[in-house]
């Protein structure tokens, strides 16, 4: 998709379509930035995300959104992209299955190359590290770790000096605060998506169902996915 250009700085936002992503996007928005906002078809169960990311774009007026293709099933390595089941346990000794390796560093990776081409000032990505599934990339360390290579790849960086940040806004916020921002944004979750299982609706009992419905509680607040407090 293509809105009109206009003045405002531009930031790329990496997009899922779920609740964390979409947060994001409104922020950057609200920031005053003009989205570029990117996308992935990873070989992810859930593709239905991509519907919601759509919608999320728009509903933020993106400059444009792309989606770009990339195989990681191929690699194998994780349920999410069909090896092995989706666990729906609740919390597990360690990293679970879900997590798909080298997922995060190879979409900043794209969104460094995307944001150096369309001249945006910032990538916002919706990582956290206080209520998550223990995810490695997740953390301010892998980020830390990350920026330094993206300068040190970056042809701007390394003619210029101009670094483009990794924003990582909700680092430091549980699910719970970060619905509440989202409400305070005026996010419409009804646009979202988390469900693993990807159906037509959510399956309610895989960690990010589990995860959405404990921050919407907490928040004190209806998932209008649901249409009722979880």
Not at 50 to 68: F, G, M, N, Q, Y
Not at 137 to 149: G, T
Not at 193 to 205: D, K
Request: proline fraction near 4%; aromatic fraction near 8%; charged fraction near 20%.
């Amino acid at each position: 998709m293509q809105a009109q250009a206009n003045e405002r700085p531009g930031a790329v936002v990496l997009l899922s379509g779920g609740l964390d992503s979409t947060t994001v996007a409104y922020l950057a928005r609200a920031s005053g930035y003009a989205i570029y906002a990117l996308s992935f078809d990873y070989g992810q169960r859930h593709r239905r995300e991509l519907d919601a990311a759509a919608a999320v774009a728009r509903a933020v007026e993106a400059v444009d959104h792309r989606v770009v293709r990339i195989d990681l099933a191929g690699i194998g390595g994780s349920s999410l992209t069909g090896h092995g089941e989706i666990p729906t346990g609740g919390v597990t000794d360690g990293i679970p299955s879900t997590w798909v390796p080298a997922r995060n560093h190879i979409f900043l990776a794209v969104a460094s190359g995307y944001a150096e081409v369309v001249g945006a000032r910032a990538i916002y990505i919706g990582v956290s590290q206080v209520d998550y599934s223990g995810y490695p990339d997740c953390r301010a360390e892998f980020l830390e770790a990350y920026q330094r290579a993206a300068d040190l790849a970056s042809k701007q960086f390394v003619e210029e000096g101009r670094s483009i940040p990794v924003v990582a806004p909700l680092l430091h916020l549980s699910k719970a605060g970060t619905v509440r921002l989202g409400l305070a944004l005026g996010v419409d979750y009804g646009l979202t998506w988390s469900c693993y299982q990807g159906g037509e609706s959510p399956c309610g009992v895989c960690d990010s169902c589990r995860l959405r419905a404990e921050a919407f509680a907490a928040a004190g607040a209806v998932d209008p996915l649901v249409g009722r407090p979880r």
